[in-house]
């Protein structure tokens, strides 16, 4: 063996051990999140099972996301278009994964989102729900997805517009709009608790939201509340999709916006 064949392969070993070592992390992550969330529905008083977790996956390579899929994971969220649109392009040969977008979205990126995208859970704007119809109608005729978009209209539960999501003055209007449109399907709702603000109290009043946009759109069922720090509050206060990152993934490499 030569000097140099040899160094490759000390370093292919080197990466296989790192990627042995991460998906021991990630399948013992995992397995404690899932137990985590069966505790918290049956504290709850509500069947295991009846809270889907979605792993988000921002800022973390995708590596991760093949481990994960191993794992059994087929959905992953991610909140920035760029990074999410790369990691779709490179993990095309994982078949059946629903790719979710669950962060704040620009009008001029709904047409790349449209589509890869299975669900936007952060449409909180008239404008905004327009680009994604159009968009998602351009990627139906041209055959780059089959079925609507998924839409959850996110809540502002403070009064900070600069945190995203629509008052409860404006959300009928704007559900109302999704329902209409030809290739959106409304889903639910979705919310983050401010940060002053107790979760049990922030989530108490996103359900008092929910049911009662469910009163005129009875199959906007879904509710995805809770995140690492909060899941069991929102358990607790009918979530019915955690989005979850850190518990799983650990700290991002870099911070998020
Ligand atoms: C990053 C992110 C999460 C996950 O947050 P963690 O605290 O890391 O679990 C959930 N929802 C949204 C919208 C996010 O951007």
């Known amino acids: 063996m030569t000097e140099s ?43 295991p099972g009846s809270v889907r977790l979605l792993p988000v996956t921002k800022f973390h390579p995708a590596s991760d ?58 449409v909180d704007s008239e404008r905004l729900a327009t680009a994604l119809d159009s968009g998602v109608r351009a990627a139906l005729d041209s055959g ?7 839409v959850l209209i996110q809540v502002s539960l403070d009064e900070d517009p600069t945190r995203g999501g629509v008052g409860d003055e404006s959300l009928l209007a704007l559900a109302e709009q999704v329902e209409k449109s030809e290739s959106l399907q409304l889903a639910g709702l979705m919310a983050i608790p401010p940060m002053d603000v107790e979760p049990d109290i922030a989530f108490a009043r996103l359900a008092r939201i929910h049911s009662s946009l469910l009163s005129e759109h009875p199959k906007a069922r879904e509710l995805s509340a809770g995140m690492s720090g909060d899941l069991e509050a929102a358990v607790r206060h009918g979530s019915t999709c955690v989005r979850v990152g850190t518990a799983l993934m650990g700290a991002r490499p870099i911070t998020s916006a």
């Open 65 to 122: 996301i093949e481990i994960l899929y191993e794992l059994g994971c087929r959905e992953f969220g991610e909140s920035r278009e760029q990074e999410a649109a790369g990691k779709v392009a490179q993990l095309g040969h994982l078949s059946r994964v629903r790719w979710e977008f669950i962060g704040r979205l620009q009008r001029n990126k709904a047409k790349s989102v449209a589509t890869w995208a299975n669900t936007v859970y952060s």
């Open 5 to 47: 064949s040899a160094a490759t392969s000390r370093s292919d070993a080197a990466q296989v051990t790192r990627s042995q070592e991460r998906t021991a992390q990630l399948t013992a992550a995992l397995t404690a999140l899932t137990e985590r969330i069966d505790a918290a529905c049956r504290a709850a008083d509500r069947a």
């Open 144 to 150: 780059d997805r089959e079925t609507p978009l998924r």
